[in-house]
């Protein structure tokens, strides 16, 4: 695995119940079975979709990461994702939020070093996997 991979697996697969593991677990539910590749494009089609789009696009971007509130989060992702996300981490639902608000700018940029969202069969690249 690279070393960005190990860096990405890291942030994504984290133990503890930090962001990490909220982010792992909300990237593979919006994959819709792809993991946490299909789930970069879904997530950012969704922030854009919930009026983040400019927030999201900057962590895409090679510029500054603007950043996001939980509540802001919160309120663009669908109720469902964030209720199967408070099940599965036993954290409250503003738990979920913060946590996720404080990690989705870091863990896109980094998702994202080219400045372009990578394409599920890259992601799987990085991440060590075969496609």
């Given at each position: 695995m690279t070393d960005l991979g190990k860096l990405l697996g890291g942030l994504l697969g984290g133990t503890g119940g930090g962001g990490g593991n909220l982010l792992a677990m909300l990237l593979g539910t919006l994959g819709g079975g792809q993991g946490a590749a299909g789930g970069l494009g879904a997530l950012l089609q969704q922030l854009t979709q919930g009026g983040l789009g400019s927030q999201a696009q900057s962590w895409?971007?090679?510029?500054?990461?603007?950043?996001v509130t939980g509540a802001e989060l919160a309120a663009a992702l669908p109720d469902r994702?964030?209720?199967?996300?408070?099940?599965q981490s036993g954290l409250s639902r503003d738990q979920v939020a913060q946590q996720l608000a404080a990690q989705l700018p870091t863990a896109v940029d980094q998702l994202t070093p080219t400045g372009e969202v990578p394409t599920p069969a890259t992601l799987d690249e990085l991440f060590g996997k075969q496609s």
């Open positions: 895409v971007g090679t510029g500054d990461n603007h950043p994702e964030l209720d199967a996300l408070v099940e």
